[in-house]
């Protein structure tokens, strides 16, 4: 390696640290112009390409690092699986590079608990607990990684589990090894939640708010409290400032489906409203897509104070960014009507949604808000993206700012936001879904009341439920837990929304 090289990968390094990451590409790829020979750049680059939205540039990137003979090719393989499933939504692909993986290191702990997650996303139980069993036949480790990928594995297969009463031995060996010594790391908080799920499925409320309230106590531990009421009040303010108004609209390109966005709080029923939809044949399924949040964090930023400088061309060129990049991941979309962009948090985003697509349909998914308060508490969500999430008063919060902000939009853009409430659906099934089809001008189709039986990939974490058919025992889930929920209640009446 020349000097000048070590130079430029050195440059890339302080670059990266610094959080400049589009200037540390550059680098890298001058580096590799001038020495391609270079695995460990490659794989840096294909790093910094993922971190910055450049999936298939990224994905090229670990394959460059592969070919010419990288360390660690496990850990490679395992990259390419997750831009694969995660960002690209080629799971097929995803599993061969995990197989990939496994056959250049078959104890390769990481790699059995990530094909586990994609067996569950697809529905298949078993295959997904014998990956889960390796990991925990794996031996006892000092090693804190090891010990971390056995207590997620541990936590995976109690959520799967069938536990026989309050004294099953998996359940006591989860109580164990959350009380261990590991420290407050992801892995015990989903261990924690895991227990509360089991503790509430055999009807033991109290235990399994403990639970909860401890995985919470844990993130909030590792991570800082990331939720300020008064910055988020502010937000909200900003982009009602930011979109008084609803606006000319203009011209975009019609190719392909149109997007169809599904949006509100999380744990609202998204994703069954979306594998609903999915199995009509006018619909594909996108899921969690993040181009647009995207977009406001990076390219916009600082946003909303940016879409004061926001004019048509560049409105336009991000509606074609965003078109031909959904034509690439999904291409067999091409002759259906919609494809959904299922991004619960991209209600702040509505005002840019109409500005990019005027003519877009969203669709909103209301639930009770105490379920709803107490669903967000109960399953670990990031912080980083949902930072108010760990504390009940945060959430009820939290879910005022969303409703006030929610009525501002339908009061720009009430025609083409219909209000999809999860509990009327789930007990009258047939009027609400007439209702939606009809504000989609989709022709009826028996399928959609039976979504749970497709057998295709669902990537949030209701990926079990929605393979169930439908039912109402999610309805009034809070009422067990009234006694825990004061602070829940009390901040959303102090937002003027009822509860319970």
């Known amino acids: 390696m020349t000097e000048p090289t070590k130079d430029l990968l050195a440059q890339a390094a302080a670059l990266h640290r610094q959080g400049r990451r589009a200037e540390a590409i550059a680098l890298l790829r001058q580096a590799l112009a001038a020495d391609p020979g270079l695995a460990d750049a490659w794989y840096e680059l294909g790093y910094l390409l993922r971190a910055e939205g450049h999936h298939e540039e990224a994905l090229q990137a670990y394959g460059e ?8 090719p496990e850990q490679v393989h395992l ?90 031995p998996l359940l006591a060996r989860a109580a164990d090894a959350a009380a261990g010594t590991i420290g407050n790391t992801n892995a015990r908080a989903n261990l924690l939640f895991a227990l509360g799920h089991a503790y509430e499925r055999l009807g033991a409320h109290d235990l399994a708010f403990d639970a909860f309230a401890r995985g ?3 993130l909030l531990r590792q991570h800082g409290r990331k939720y300020d009421r008064t910055r988020q009040s502010a937000h909200i303010d900003a982009l009602i400032a930011a979109f008084p108004s609803a606006g000319a ?6 190719e392909g489906p149109a997007p169809l966005f599904v949006l509100g709080m999380f744990r609202s029923g998204s994703t069954l409203v979306e594998q609903v939809l999915a199995a009509h044949p006018q619909v594909t399924p996108g899921g969690e897509l993040d181009f647009l949040p995207r977009l406001a964090a990076q390219r916009l930023a600082p946003f909303p104070a940016s879409v004061a400088g926001l004019d048509d061309a560049r409105c336009r060129a991000f509606a074609e960014e965003y078109r031909a990049e959904l034509a690439r991941k999904f291409p ?18 509505v005002g840019l949604i109409k500005r990019l697509f005027p003519d877009a349909k969203i669709i909103h998914t209301l639930r009770d808000p105490m379920d709803t308060g107490l669903s967000v508490f109960t399953q670990h969500l990031n912080l980083r993206v949902a930072g108010y999430s760990a504390d009940l008063g945060d959430i009820g919060h939290y879910y005022g700012q969303y409703r006030r902000l929610m009525a501002h939009w339908k009061s720009l853009h009430g025609d083409d936001i219909l209000d999809f409430d999860y509990d009327a659906f789930v007990r009258e099934p047939r009027p609400a879904l ?8 989709l022709d009826w189709d028996d399928a959609c009341l039976q979504f749970h039986t497709q057998a295709n990939t669902v990537k949030t974490a209701s990926y079990w439920q929605v393979r169930q ?4 025992k999610a309805s009034g889930r809070w009422k067990p837990f009234a006694a825990h929920l004061a602070p829940l209640r009390a901040a959303l009446g102090e937002a003027g929304i009822p509860a319970g």
């Open 65 to 72: 690092a592969l070919a010419r003979g990288g360390r660690h």
């Open 79 to 168: 990259n390419r699986a997750a831009l694969l499933s995660d960002q690209l939504r080629r799971d097929d692909e995803a599993e061969r590079e995990l197989r990939a993986a496994l056959a250049v290191a078959p104890g390769y702990l990481p790699a059995h608990l990530n094909l586990g997650n994609l067996y569950e996303e697809r529905g298949d139980r078993d295959q997904a607990l014998a990956c889960y069993e390796q990991v925990l036949a794996s031996p006892a480790s000092a090693d804190k990684a090891v010990e971390e990928l056995r207590l997620e594995a541990l936590a995976r297969k109690v959520n799967l589990a069938t536990p026989a009463g309050l004294d099953d």
């Open 216 to 218: 919470n106590r844990s």
């Open 249 to 254: 609209g203009l011209a975009t390109g019609t």
């Open 332 to 349: 067999q979309a091409a002759d259906g009507r919609y494809l959904t962009d299922k991004r619960p948090d991209n209600f702040q985003l």
């Open 434 to 441: 007439e209702k939606l089809l009809a504000f989609l001008g």
């Open 469 to 472: 058919p439908l039912n109402t």
